[in-house]
């Protein structure tokens, strides 16, 4: 049955008043933004977080002037001094007169849907620099590590001029693995005896490294665990891929003490060795990658909100498929089945 359009004429113009209402606002948020207003900027990552109607013409807006700055993903285990690195990489990236943004995504309370944004606590020194943004997000039930509105966060970051933008992951294990699609140099950071070998080489995480940074580098065991990494990550080109995948990367293992500030220059050069490196992949598999996942993204998004849209027009079968799921009287992949059905009218 072909979808019914919800309301007459009254709401048709009352949605298109809405649009042309958002769009004004956005442009308002992005001049202001973009002029160096930070709170205009804090607004809009606001609108972007909670997917407002501002957010989506403001990122349509923006998106030809993104492309330019330095996404640099940060993630790894608990306990590995991601923040710490991320606010030495801050330091040092100040003292070249560069300036920086940082999305820091914190797990969300699954009870509460509150999250302790414990990343912008720790970087307070660098409040009062006009050089520096620091934007915590709730992760709200988001897998892989990120917030599902970071990619855009970190879009209107590049927009407004922030040469490198730092995305910090949750940190809540092995499976942190969507930042490599986000970003555009991966730094996997691992700490010294927090495992056995076996813990510390697990496929996936590492898999996905451009960069493997050995933290808390002072410590008994770093130089043993960095041996370590760079005997397993050295075979990985000679490992054939998956049809349909890129080959395994054989990433820089660096040792580093982000809480003294040892080797964390050289990390600095090594990610920017690789971004003048991966400009030609960039350009192609990478770059084709990221705008994939971005568009499947936004797809998903269109598809729950024209479903709640018949919802709110009184149409429940949606709620009637998820009981017959949840009885076992109908399938997941037929309800799946039906509802594009409705949406597409077939």
Not at 71 to 85: C, R
Not at 122 to 135: E, K, L, N
Not at 138 to 148: E, M
Not at 209 to 215: E, G, M, P, Q, S
Request: glycine fraction near 8%.
């Amino acid at each position: 049955m072909a979808e019914k359009p919800s309301g007459g004429p009254e709401a048709a113009s009352n949605r298109s008043a809405d649009i042309v209402a958002a769009a004004a606002r956005a442009d308002e948020l992005c001049d202001a933004a973009f002029a160096g207003d930070r709170r205009a900027l804090a607004r809009l990552l606001t609108a972007v977080e909670n997917r407002t109607p501002v957010a989506e013409a403001a990122l349509r807006r923006l998106h030809s002037q993104a492309g330019h700055a330095q996404l640099v993903g940060i993630t790894g285990p608990p306990g590995a001094g991601k923040s710490t690195l991320v606010a030495a990489l801050i330091a040092e990236l100040r003292r070249a007169g560069r300036p920086v943004a940082v999305v820091a995504v914190d797990p969300s309370s699954p009870i509460t849907g509150g999250a302790v944004l414990g990343d912008r606590v720790r970087m307070q020194a660098y409040a009062s620099d006009d050089g520096v943004f620091i934007r915590s997000m709730a992760s709200r039930g988001h897998s892989g590590g990120l917030a599902s509105t970071t990619a855009s966060a970190a879009a209107v970051f590049d927009a407004a001029g922030f040469d490198v933008v730092l995305i910090e992951t949750v940190g809540t294990g092995q499976s942190e693995v969507e930042v490599a699609a986000t970003a555009d140099t991966t730094v996997v950071v691992e700490a010294p005896e927090m495992g056995d070998e076996i813990q510390a080489i697990k496929a996936g995480l590492l898999e996905v490294a451009d960069i493997v940074v050995v933290n808390k580098g002072d410590l008994p065991g770093s130089h043993r665990t960095a041996a370590q990494l760079r005997a397993m990550l050295s075979d990985a080109p000679d490992r054939a891929p998956r049809q349909g995948f890129p080959p395994p990367k054989s990433p820089d293992v660096l040792l580093v003490s982000a809480a003294t500030g040892a080797g964390v220059a050289e990390l600095l050069a090594a990610i920017d060795r690789h971004r003048l490196s991966s400009v030609a992949a960039l350009n192609s598999d990478a770059r084709l990658r990221r705008a994939e996942a971005q568009v499947w993204a936004v797809l998903a998004d269109r598809l729950r909100s024209r479903i709640r849209a018949l919802e709110e027009a009184g149409d429940n079968a949606d709620a009637t498929l998820l009981e017959a799921v949840a009885a076992h009287d109908l399938d997941p992949f037929e309800a799946a089945d039906r509802l594009i059905s409705r949406l597409t009218g077939e």
